[in-house]
């Protein structure tokens, strides 16, 4: 059974930055590719970053520049480096395969506030 754990979001200022973490069990690290996707209020659930088994990576416009995403096989972790943070990032973040597959973890929520 996969479960994944998502920490590290909170509430930062504009500019600011934050590191998320993805603590995934189960046999998920064996997909290819993991990816962060983020949820704002009344808006769909999208990718933002993609990582393969092999550490190409993949960014949404919108991060590119700004985020990094990375993987440690041996932990079966995946992080994002958050920088200059904007308040159009705020949202849920989760982490999943890609494509995903439908076991969510509960995301981590990421205020970016004045």
């Known amino acids: 059974q996969v479960q994944l754990v998502e920490s590290g979001g909170g509430l930062v200022q504009p500019g600011g930055s934050l590191r998320l973490s993805c603590a995934a069990s189960?046999?998920?690290?064996?997909?290819?590719?993991m990816g962060w996707y983020r949820q704002a209020p009344g808006k769909q659930r999208e990718l933002v970053a993609t990582?393969?088994?092999?550490?190409?990576?993949n960014y949404a416009d919108s991060v590119k520049g700004r985020f990094t995403i990375s993987r440690d096989n041996a932990k079966n972790t995946v992080y994002l480096q958050m920088n200059s943070l904007k308040p159009e990032d705020t949202a849920v973040y989760y982490c999943?395969?890609?494509?995903?597959?439908?076991?969510w973890g509960q995301g981590t929520q990421v205020t970016v506030s004045s």
């Open positions: 990582v393969t088994k092999g550490r190409s990576t």
């Open positions: 189960g046999n998920i690290f064996s997909f290819n590719a």
């Open positions: 999943n395969s890609v494509p995903f597959i439908p076991a």
